[in-house]
């Protein structure tokens, strides 16, 4: 495949950065959105790995910085998850204006949650899905719940996660936990795929459950066996890639 360098206004007006996966020597078949779990980037490993394994099936793979993250514009501890849903939004104008409205929302940890609630509001995407993704989005507070007094006190703080410091706002908690995942769920309408590790210790595997009976039919689980929250094993990754790719066939080919 080939990878294209791209950025784009997000929804606060910031360049948000952006790698396209394009399919090499073949036609394009169908197209996609990758969206990165809390505080990581287009560059994680699970990003990277899944885009690429798409591109390689025929599906142009989108993968971008959430503002304030990565190579993207903004400040991170301005931002807030609504803000994020929005930037997936912005994304599928970007593949739209390009000739490849996105089919196929995938979304990663939190991501997950961010592609379930754009969705519905893109015509152009038959399938979802998600990756170790919480049944609510205030889940990723437990990340910093002993900073939550000084986020509160201050207007913000800066909290270590994942031996990384960001500064996270109080409009950002107030947001995950105002924002409710599961009552949206019947109003999905595509195709539902949800991946999940019964070995995962930041998002267990309860969630998945949750998600699973809110959704409405076409839905399907798999097991990611063995993996961690982060795909960090490229052999995890590239399992979760090699099925998400054999599931997209059924629901996005044009």
Not at 11 to 26: F, I, K, W
Not at 197 to 206: L, Q
Request: with cysteine; hydrophobic share 45%.
């Amino acid at each position: 495949m080939s990878t294209e360098r791209l950025t784009f206004p997000g929804a606060q007006g910031h360049e948000l950065s952006a790698r396209l996966e394009v399919p090499e020597n073949r036609p394009v078949r169908s197209s996609a959105i990758f969206a990165h779990c809390f505080t990581c980037s287009k560059d994680s490993k699970a990003a990277v790995m899944v885009a690429r394994a798409l591109a390689e099936h025929g599906i142009a793979v989108l993968r971008f910085d959430f503002t304030g993250l990565g190579e993207s514009g903004g400040a991170f501890g301005d931002t807030t998850f609504s803000g994020s849903v929005d930037d997936v939004r912005a994304a599928a104008d970007l593949m739209t204006q390009r000739g490849l409205a996105p089919r196929l929302l995938i979304g990663h940890s939190l991501g997950g949650a961010a592609v379930l609630l754009a969705s519905p509001s893109l015509s152009s995407v038959k399938a979802v899905a998600t990756i170790g993704t919480p049944a609510e989005p205030q889940h990723a507070t437990h990340l910093f719940h002993r900073d939550r007094e000084a986020i509160v006190r201050d207007g913000s703080a800066h909290v270590t996660i994942a031996d990384r410091s960001f500064r996270i706002g109080e409009a950002m908690i107030h947001d995950l936990e105002r924002v409710t995942l599961l009552e949206s769920m019947p109003a999905l309408q595509r195709a539902l795929l949800i991946m999940h590790a019964p070995e995962d210790t930041v998002v267990p595997i309860s969630h998945a459950a949750r998600l699973y009976g809110a959704a409405r039919h076409s839905k399907s689980f798999i097991s990611l066996t063995g993996a961690d929250h982060l795909l960090t094993r490229e052999g995890d990754a590239r399992y979760a890639a090699a099925v998400l790719a054999a599931w997209a066939e059924r629901y996005i080919a044009e």
